[in-house]
T-cell receptor
């Protein structure tokens, strides 16, 4: 069982370019999440999806969009990248069954925007 | 809003005990999680507390006091492989997780 996979592992991107970070899970989890992790700030939620077909905004959604066409995939798109979006991006998933809901994280994508 | 505080860094000797404190002020409370994150890797689940008291899991224990908005993670018999960041996260009313900035623990020989 792979769990959660993310692609690419790392990417250097010119400012203004469009970029999609991919996330796939094989655990049949209902809920999926995108976080960014910056030094000294911890993990911050960008967008989430409680179930296929629905999405919601997290703490820092500006400049990012997501879609959830099916249970397994939850891509994150940067429409026009800016240097402040340089970060490590983690995708996570959970059963989505309520408060005991443990989130499991993918290996991360390290993104540098120049 | 959410406010979660934990120390930035701690250093301890192999075989010793270290206690990482976490205080929180959140809108609603549905449990507190601790995650471990080694450098360059993904966070991995360590523990979950929703009721007051101590939960023990091998060398790791986690404590919660809801009335004080306080938790700690206790690491016993420290090993070199325990050198990592430890993240405190609170599940609030909408079941979303809010994370603290993390505590980097360095274990010295």
């Amino acid at each position: 069982i792979a769990g959660i996979t993310q692609a690419p592992t790392s990417q250097i991107l010119a400012a203004g370019r469009r970029m999609t970070l991919r996330c796939t899970q094989d655990m049949r989890h209902n809920a999926m999440y995108w976080y960014r992790q910056d030094l000294g700030l911890g993990l911050r939620l960008i967008h989430y999806s409680n179930t296929a077909g629905t999405t919601g905004k997290g703490e820092v959604p500006d400049g990012y969009s997501v879609s959830r066409a099916n249970t397994d995939d939850f891509p994150l798109t940067l429409a026009s990248a800016v240097p402040s979006q340089t970060s490590v991006y983690f995708c996570a998933s959970s059963d989505g069954q309520g408060h005991t809901d443990t989130q499991y994280f993918g290996p991360g994508t390290r993104l540098t925007v120049l | 809003g959410q406010n979660i505080d934990q120390p930035t860094e701690m250093t301890a000797t192999e075989g010793a005990i270290v206690q990482i404190n976490c205080t929180y002020q959140t809108s609603g409370f549905n449990g507190l999680f601790w995650y471990q994150q080694h450098a360059g890797e993904a966070p991995t689940f360590l523990s979950y507390n929703v009721l007051d008291g101590l939960e023990e899991k091998g060398r790791f224990s986690s404590f919660l006091s809801r009335s004080k908005g306080y938790s700690y993670l206790l690491l016993k018999e420290l090993q070199m492989k325990d050198s990592a960041s430890y993240l405190c996260a609170v599940s609030s009313n909408d079941y979303k997780l809010s994370f603290g900035a993390g505590t980097t623990v360095t274990v010295r020989a």
